[in-house]
């Protein structure tokens, strides 16, 4: 009898200090969270897609970390959003206050071995994704004499983009290496909607590396008029609704060809990808991940979603995340070169 009352003392003992240590931790948390501001960083200009992503979660993810901080969103653009992705992941405080949102190209950007990518992605913590681009497309407008990707293969296409790591300038260069198209890039424009506004002008024939969501969403007036054609579906799977446009792996001449695109296409479904930098301490990492769960399916944040943001929501975890880059990383050493090489020749 008492061997037994002695193991159920431990064991209270045990719990009783169990609990007071968690509730300490916590505790720590709350207290560091409640005098710490967290920064959201976006790698574009305050306006588009990323930048009211990141608005969006920041209005409502504090309300889910201990110590309910204040949130801030700071607009770093530059070099199709590396030099964010650059300053998070190196420069800025490792210490759970600093989160990202960069171009979805971003996480593969070392594995490609894009000059100015000075980061290991495989060592960034991932904290999650809220949207996929669906159906990547490519574009031109409607007087264009290219009527089909077949014609942009014979003759000169001008398409704009941000910067030479953004999928606006990847997606056509990575078109020109693998299937022989002729798309010139025309880089230096400011996010999505300067090109647009430069495609209305005739400065531009198109562009490619936006969504059809997008497309729909922002430029509705375009698809009902017929002012642009859609020429590409830069996407592993079909939209039904443009069922008689070639999806990019239908050009590829070979298997080598169909992995490379594979392998950069996949990327996709992270579009609104949020993450932080290696070395954050794991009680906060696990504090702000939990964080992020938790807003994916608060009522205020689903509802502005529905009306501050273009795209449905599509949650990805930082294990979906985890294992997509994981799986990146390990693609075959032939693949990965030449990927790089291509990335490489306008860099």
């Known amino acids: 009898m008492r ?26 948390i709350s207290d560091f969270y409640s005098s710490h501001p967290v920064t959201f960083v976006v790698g574009f200009p305050p306006s588009g897609g990323y930048d009211a992503s990141a608005r969006v979660l920041a209005a409502h993810i504090r309300k889910h970390i201990p110590g309910t901080p204040n949130t801030i969103v700071q607009n770093m653009p530059g070099a199709g959003s590396l030099v964010a992705a650059n300053n998070v992941y190196n420069t800025l405080p490792r210490d759970g206050t600093v989160i990202g949102i960069f171009a979805d190209a971003a996480p593969l ?7 100015g990518a000075l980061y290991d992605a495989t060592a960034v913590n991932w904290l999650g994704a809220i949207a996929s681009r669906g159906t990547g497309i490519g574009y031109v407008r409607h007087d264009s004499p ?12 001008v398409v704009g983009a941000t910067g030479p790591n953004d999928s606006s300038s990847i997606y056509p260069r990575l078109l020109n290496e693998l299937t022989g198209t002729k798309f010139r890039i025309v880089q230096g424009y400011r996010g999505g909607p300067e090109v647009d506004l430069a495609i209305e002008r005739g400065e531009l024939d198109g562009r490619l590396g ?3 969501l997008f497309l729909n969403h922002d430029r509705p007036d375009w698809v ?20 008689d446009i070639p999806i990019v792996t239908d050009l590829a001449a070979n298997e080598e ?9 996949g990327i996709h479904r992270f579009l609104r990808l949020f993450s932080l930098a290696p070395g954050v301490p794991a009680d906060r990492l696990a504090a702000l991940r939990r964080a992020f769960d938790a807003t994916m399916t608060d009522p205020a944040f689903l ?33 990965v070169d030449r990927t790089a090489r291509m990335m490489e020749a306008e860099n």
């Open 146 to 157: 290219i009527k089909s990707i077949e014609d942009a293969r014979r003759r000169e296409v």
């Open 3 to 28: 061997i037994t009352l002695r193991r159920v003392l431990c064991f209270a003992l045990a719990w009783s200090a169990a609990s007071v240590g968690c509730r300490a931790q916590a505790d720590a």
């Open 210 to 212: 936006t969504s059809w």
């Open 303 to 335: 509802a502005d979603v529905k009306t501050k943001l273009a795209e449905p929501l599509e949650v990805a975890t930082w294990n979906d995340v985890s294992d997509f880059i994981r799986d990146a990383y390990a693609t075959p050493k032939a693949v």
């Open 257 to 265: 060809d169909r992995q490379v695109m594979q392998l950069i296409f």
């Open 224 to 243: 009902k008029t017929g002012f642009v054609r859609v020429i590409v579906q830069l996407s592993l799977s079909r939209n039904p609704i443009l069922k």
């Open 109 to 115: 950007a070392p594995l490609w071995k894009i000059k």
